[in-house]
């Protein structure tokens, strides 16, 4: 052994003498200075000026900080302190306080969404003597029974003529009267003594204007009016006129006015019960016709109308020519008006206008039972076609096998009516509320449609569109029946829904193919199935149409999609809130989806809570730009694991992105997709495996003021993507092997101004090729609570550090595995953990990775400041300049001799180099250790050393140290002998 001392003694000698200095201690300080940019401690030794003169550092008040510009590294050099320690001993980025990311930090944009927007939807006010509300609709007066003879109106039974004895018939004063009795005789006079037989008898010779006052019975009758005539009978229940079979039982014509009151009619001429043309009109009142062929009523011509009003028409079937029965028809600019009055009980078609220039107008009208005639595809309540125009109000069209409002190149308005009962004649043939096509246009306001068996409105043909306005619709196919139904269906048209509550609607609210839609103030309640189907079901479903969707408030919602898009026509979404049903619905997708070529979807201002999918919002190509939109209340444990975002190829730009609490993957890019996140939070909840943010192979991620909080894997993932991060906050939670951000697969991440925290495994990581480029970071994994790398670079990658600091891990920086290299400047490592049973060290270079380190300190830190293992076949290597270490603690360690301090500044292993210019090693039990490497110090000093400034393995050859004082060690020389055993290897687990 005393050899052995005489040996290093010599070595010693050499290698002070090599260095110029003697072995006098007063000589040896006199001769050496610190580096440039350095500053003496009066303790003895150098460290770099950016960390002993710092305001708040410990070592101040004993450096000779004396006109040190603590801005700046070196004479000319650009600042770099902007690193410095704050008064709570915690280290602070180049950021402003008020930028920096912080515990409580939040995207302003999103707060915006603390209280979503709700709308009103739904009928803001019923019809007179309707009963109702925003949340069902209005519903008419209930009707009682009506007595035979009559039948329902909104809100009375007609007619309303009670029966009365002949003689109390009114008519108007100073008119010609002629009555009609079925006792009567042709052979009277007309007068109420002598009364005629026939109507015919009693229109011989009449004046205009006259007035035929029917008793009681049946009569035959083929009225042809070519001026004014009166018919009234005491009663439509006990009057009866029957046309024969060769013409109608009134037709009008030549500007003839025709007035019927109190009557039935029975038609049997293919061309109508009543007939109106060349400017006649026609006022029926308080009558019914009741059975006909072809038309109940009819106009045709300018100036020509038909008027009914408390009457019923009933029963009118189609034509030998497969011509649709309709009960009131008016063509070629003539005008029908229907007021208080029933129409249908088996007929084809109700209200109908035709031809540029008709008009009808239908109210207090009760339209039902309206059926298909044999061969035809469907009947029809109401219909205005070819430029007509018909509004319908305060009415209901109900029970209707077919189609309840129809137009085909006309205008339908519908105002505080009810539509309900839609059936479809036979599978496959439209049954709906709506139809409109042929350049057509339908508007629905303040009204209720319920109950369709199929869909409630279809809109086909350019230049066609349907409004639906300040209305409720209710219970759309799957109420009714097994089939899938869309509630409004736009082909190559136009829709507009304003203030609309859609509830109980089987697989949609809309669909549009080659479109516009304007949809805002939605009030969805139970739309879509609960489970997936072969197509995707959705709330409103956009295939190459211009979609325009605001203030939605979506609630249990069932369908697969809220709101699904596709191909090469703009979007925009927003202000809604979307809450799903079931959190634990099959469905795989969720609350918008955008498949798009050449398309913008636009979201702003969105709520989406329980989204039960693997991919709540999936965006698989185009631009996408989300703003202000949160995603919360997702339910836990559920399989498969909800996704929050889901990025195809399109690109897409978030801001103000917020998913609160989900308990999966919250955002997913997918090769080729490109996101950019602008002021977004993620918070991840449960204990699955989960990496908050992935970016799949040639994905580009751009994000700017992002917190992620709780991801048990990673908080940011690359797998071969390239990343750029400015302003995150990483704060993990206790997983298998978290990581704060990690790029693998020949990924890049270029990452700038960053907090990453909590229970990471590593914080900053590159794996399998990646490139890494990080720069104003700090890095504290105080709660990892076991081995913990704040930075590493593995398995062939490269990582630049520009201005880093790390707290609280087991090993700050690590670069393992052939072809790996780290490289850093201004990098800062500051109160590292020791682990029971473990060697730690704060820099370690291993299995032939590489490390360069440009003004970089250690302080506090277990175990070695800067360490390289590798073994005969694996060359590591180390490379330091102005280079600090001090304040070490004892490593724990296995060894023989439990009593040997093994803490140490510079540790080298088995063939590894290891170069320090400029280094300071202080505090420690040796300045360095070396076991068979190279180590070169130039510019150095080694200071208080519990043992002595070196210590060196037998067989290893003695180290370069060039201009390196030793100040205050226990023994300022290099000692030579076994060492204990300590072995500084990572884990085997490693990636």
């Not at 979404?573 to 795989?588: G, H, L, T, V």
């Not at 609160?660 to 699955?688: K, N, Q, W, Y």
């Given at each position: 052994?005393?050899?052995?001392?005489?040996?290093?003694?010599?070595?010693?000698?050499?290698?002070?003498?090599?260095?110029?200095?003697?072995?006098?201690?007063?000589?040896?300080?006199?001769?050496?200075?610190?580096?440039?940019?350095?500053?003496?401690?009066?303790?003895?030794?150098?460290?770099?000026?950016?960390?002993?003169?710092?305001?708040?550092?410990?070592?101040?008040?004993?450096?000779?900080?004396?006109?040190?510009?603590?801005?700046?590294?070196?004479?000319?050099?650009?600042?770099?302190?902007?690193?410095?320690?704050?008064?709570?001993?915690?280290?602070?980025?180049?950021?402003?306080?008020?930028?920096?990311?912080?515990?409580?930090?939040?995207?302003?944009?999103?707060?915006?969404?603390?209280?979503?927007?709700?709308?009103?939807?739904?009928?803001?006010?019923?019809?007179?003597?309707?009963?109702?509300?925003?949340?069902?609709?209005?519903?008419?007066?209930?009707?009682?029974?009506?007595?035979?003879?009559?039948?329902?109106?909104?809100?009375?039974?007609?007619?309303?003529?009670?029966?009365?004895?002949?003689?109390?018939?009114?008519?108007?004063?100073?008119?010609?009267?002629?009555?009609?009795?079925?006792?009567?005789?042709?052979?009277?006079?007309?007068?109420?003594?002598?009364?005629?037989?026939?109507?015919?008898?009693?229109?011989?010779?009449?004046?205009?204007?006259?007035?035929?006052?029917?008793?009681?019975?049946?009569?035959?009758?083929?009225?042809?009016?070519?001026?004014?005539?009166?018919?009234?009978?005491?009663?439509?229940?006990?009057?009866?006129?029957?046309?024969?079979?060769?013409?109608?039982?009134?037709?009008?014509s030549a500007s003839a006015t025709v007035v019927l009151r109190g009557v039935t009619l029975t038609g049997r001429d293919e061309r109508g019960v009543v007939v109106a043309s060349g400017g006649a009109s026609v006022r029926m009142e308080d009558s019914v016709i009741d059975g006909g062929v072809g038309y109940g009523l009819y106009a045709s011509g300018a100036s020509t109308s038909v008027t009914v009003v408390r009457s019923a028409v009933r029963a009118m079937r189609a034509r030998a020519d497969g011509l649709r029965g309709r009960s009131v028809h008016g063509v070629a600019g003539a005008r029908v008006t229907v007021d208080a009055s029933h129409i249908g009980d088996g007929t084809n078609v109700g209200v109908a206008v035709e031809g540029r220039g008709a008009t009808g107008t239908v109210t207090d009208t009760v339209i039902e039972r309206v059926r298909a005639a044999p061969a035809q595809e469907q009947g029809f309540a109401v219909s205005g076609d070819e430029g007509a125009t018909l509004s319908v109000e305060r009415s209901v069209l109900r029970e209707i096998r077919g189609i309840a409002v129809y137009t085909r190149g006309g205008t339908v308005n519908v105002r505080r009516s009810l539509i309900a009962r839609i059936d479809q004649p036979a599978p496959g043939q439209e049954g709906c509320a709506v139809y409109v096509n042929a350049a057509g246009r339908v508007v629905v306001e303040e009204s209720t449609l319920r109950s369709m068996d199929a869909s409630a409105a279809l809109v086909r043909d350019v230049g066609s569109s349907f409004a639906l306005r300040t209305s409720v619709l209710r219970?759309?196919?799957?109420?009714?029946?097994?089939?899938?139904?869309?509630?409004?269906?736009?082909?190559?048209?136009?829709?507009?829904?304003?203030?609309?509550?859609?509830?109980?609607?089987?697989?949609?609210?809309?669909?549009?193919?080659?479109?516009?839609?304007?949809?805002?103030?939605?009030?969805?309640?139970?739309?879509?199935?609960?489970?997936?189907?072969?197509?995707?079901?959705?709330?409103?479903?956009?295939?190459?149409?211009?979609?325009?969707?605001?203030?939605?408030?979506?609630?249990?919602?069932?369908?697969?999609?809220?709101?699904?898009?596709?191909?090469?026509?703009?979007?925009?979404?927003?202000?809604?809130?979307?809450?799903?049903?079931?959190?634990?619905?099959?469905?795989?997708?969720?609350?918008?989806?955008?498949?798009?070529?050449?398309?913008?979807?636009?979201?702003?201002?969105?709520?989406?809570?329980?989204?039960?999918?693997?991919?709540?919002?999936?965006?698989?190509?185009?631009?996408?730009?989300?703003?202000?939109?949160w995603m919360r209340d997702f339910a836990r444990g559920q399989e498969p694991a909800p996704g929050a975002l889901v990025v195809g190829e399109a690109s897409?730009?978030?801001?103000?992105?917020?998913?609160?609490?989900?308990?999966?993957?919250?955002?997913?890019?997918?090769?080729?997709?490109?996101?950019?996140?602008?002021?977004?939070?993620?918070?991840?909840?449960?204990?699955?495996?989960?990496?908050?943010?992935?970016?799949?192979?040639?994905?580009?991620?751009?994000?700017?003021?992002?917190?992620?909080?709780?991801?048990?894997?990673?908080?940011?993932?690359?797998?071969?993507?390239?990343a750029v991060i400015e302003d995150l906050r990483s704060d993990s939670a206790m997983g298998e092997a978290p990581v704060g951000v990690r790029a693998a697969r020949a990924g890049s991440l270029v990452l700038r101004r960053a907090v990453i925290n909590g229970a990471a495994t590593f914080g900053v990581v590159g794996i399998e090729g990646a490139n890494v480029d990080a720069s104003d970071v700090l890095i504290d994994l105080a709660r990892a609570q076991r081995t913990s790398w704040a930075v590493a670079a593995l398995d062939g990658s490269t990582v630049a550090l520009d201005r880093v600091v790390v707290q609280g891990a087991s090993t700050a920086l690590t670069s393992v595995g052939a072809g790996s290299t780290l490289r850093g400047r201004d990098v800062f490592v500051d109160s590292l953990v020791a682990l029971e049973g473990e060697s730690n060290a704060a820099v370690i270079a291993q299995l032939s990775g590489r490390i360069a380190l440009d003004r970089v300190s250690v302080t506090r830190a277990a175990g070695a400041a800067y360490a390289t293992l590798s073994d005969t076949a694996m060359e590591s290597s180390l490379a330091l300049a102005d280079a600090y270490a001090g304040d070490l603690a004892l490593g724990r360690v296995s060894s023989s001799r439990p009593e040997e301090r093994s803490n140490v500044g510079l540790f080298v292993r088995s063939s590894s180099a290891v170069r320090c210019e400029r280094c300071t090693l202080r505090g420690s039990s040796y300045g360095f250790m070396v076991r068979r490497g190279a180590l070169s110090i130039v510019d150095g000093a080694i200071s208080e050393s519990l043992d002595a400034a070196g210590l060196l393995d037998s067989d290893t050859p003695p180290p370069s140290l060039t201009r390196v004082g030793m100040h205050g060690n226990a023994r300022n020389e290099v000692l030579s002998g076994a060492l204990p055993d300590v072995s500084f290897a990572l884990p085997s687990d490693v990636p």
């Open positions: 052994m005393r050899g052995a001392r005489a040996t290093v003694a010599s070595i010693a000698s050499i290698t002070l003498a090599l260095i110029g200095c003697s072995s006098a201690r007063s000589d040896e300080v006199a001769r050496w200075r610190c580096p440039e940019d350095w500053v003496e401690l009066d303790r003895g030794g150098c460290a770099p000026a950016l960390v002993a003169c710092a305001p708040s550092s410990p070592s101040r008040q004993g450096a000779r900080c004396a006109n040190v510009d603590v801005s700046r590294a070196r004479s000319g050099a650009a600042p770099t302190a902007s690193i410095t320690r704050a008064a709570d001993d915690r280290w602070v980025g180049p950021w402003s306080t008020s930028a920096a990311p912080s515990s409580t930090w939040v995207p302003p944009s999103a707060m915006e969404l603390a209280a979503p927007w709700s709308p009103t939807a739904g009928v803001t006010s019923c019809p007179m003597g309707w009963s109702g509300d925003a949340e069902l609709g209005c519903e008419p007066p209930a009707i009682d029974a009506c007595a035979a003879g009559r039948y329902p109106s909104v809100g009375r039974c007609v007619p309303t003529v009670e029966c009365a004895a002949i003689e109390r018939v009114a008519v108007p004063d100073g008119a010609t009267v002629r009555y009609v009795t079925a006792a009567g005789s042709d052979d009277g006079d007309g007068s109420l003594a002598r009364p005629y037989a026939t109507v015919r008898r009693a229109l011989e010779g009449a004046p205009s204007g006259v007035w035929l006052v029917l008793g009681e019975g049946s009569y035959a009758a083929a009225v042809t009016a070519d001026r004014a005539i009166n018919i009234a009978g005491v009663c439509a229940e006990r009057v009866r006129l029957t046309g024969d079979s060769a013409a109608p039982v009134v037709s009008a219970e759309v196919g799957a109420a009714l029946t097994e089939r899938e139904s869309l509630a409004i269906v736009a082909g190559n048209s136009t829709v507009e829904l304003d203030r609309v509550r859609a509830s109980d609607i089987d697989f949609g609210l809309l669909g549009a193919f080659d479109s516009t839609v304007s949809a805002r103030g939605l009030r969805l309640l139970r739309v879509g199935r609960r489970s997936p189907i072969v197509d995707s079901s959705a709330a409103i479903f956009s295939n190459h149409s211009e979609l325009s969707v605001s203030d939605v408030v979506a609630e249990s919602h069932r369908g697969m999609f809220a709101i699904l898009t596709d191909v090469d026509r703009d979007v925009s979404f927003e202000r809604a809130r979307i809450r799903f049903a079931d959190a634990s619905s099959e469905a795989s997708f969720g609350a918008l989806s955008a498949e798009s070529v050449s398309a913008t979807l636009r979201v702003r201002d969105v709520v989406i809570e329980r989204c039960p999918s693997v991919a709540c919002v999936l965006l698989s190509s185009g631009a996408v730009e989300l703003e202000s939109v897409v730009t978030a801001r103000g992105f917020v998913v609160d609490g989900i308990d999966g993957p919250a955002i997913t890019v997918f090769p080729r997709g490109r996101l950019t996140l602008e002021g977004s939070r993620v918070s991840v909840v449960g204990t699955r495996r989960t990496t908050a943010i992935t970016a799949g192979s040639e994905a580009t991620l751009e994000a700017r003021s992002l917190t992620v909080t709780g991801a048990t894997n990673a908080s940011v993932g690359l797998l071969g993507a390239s």
